[in-house]
């Protein structure tokens, strides 16, 4: 049913709440999990066109994504990972079309209103960039 499982990570503890969700869903389906990671910060939204290297943020990013995958594949999972950059929602969207997906599965955080206003949702914007089915898992609140 789902092949490929597109797993956007946002490099926080929100992700141990999807993979905790996809982990048991890809073993029982036999799916293979595509990671991504979108880096978003300045550099990472501009290093195509003014042609710039990644910055240290960006390089951990791809340490992390390296990481999980290991500890996935470590688990007998078939795992793919990989980064972009730019506008998160865009970059999904696009990461789930070309790499052959037939399901995103992403944690949320739950903002309400004024929230999404203010902070904004990749997921609100994810759901009008792509037609692929979207699994939306809230994560658990972090008490700061």
């Known amino acids: ?16 709440t999807i993979l905790a969700h996809v982990r048991g869903l890809a073993k ?33 990013d791809r340490a992390y994504l390296e990481d999980v995958s290991a ?13 972009a950059a730019g506008d998160p929602a865009k970059e999904i969207a696009a990461a789930a079309e070309r790499e052959h997906c037939d399901l995103i599965a992403m944690a949320t955080h739950g903002h309400r209103l004024l929230e ?13 960039q792509t037609t692929i089915p979207i699994l939306m898992v809230r994560a658990e609140r972090i008490k700061t």
């Open 1 to 16: 049913m789902f092949a490929r499982i597109l797993v956007p990570l946002e490099h926080s503890a929100a992700d141990e």
């Open 71 to 83: 500890r996935l594949e470590a688990e007998g999972l078939d795992v793919d990972a990989v980064l």
């Open 116 to 128: 999404d206003v203010v902070k904004g949702s990749t997921a609100t914007a994810l759901r009008h």
């Open 28 to 60: 029982r389906l036999g799916s293979a999990l595509v990671l991504v990671h979108v880096a978003d910060g300045w550099v990472a939204r501009n290093i195509k066109e003014l042609d710039l290297r990644e910055s240290e943020e960006m390089r951990e």
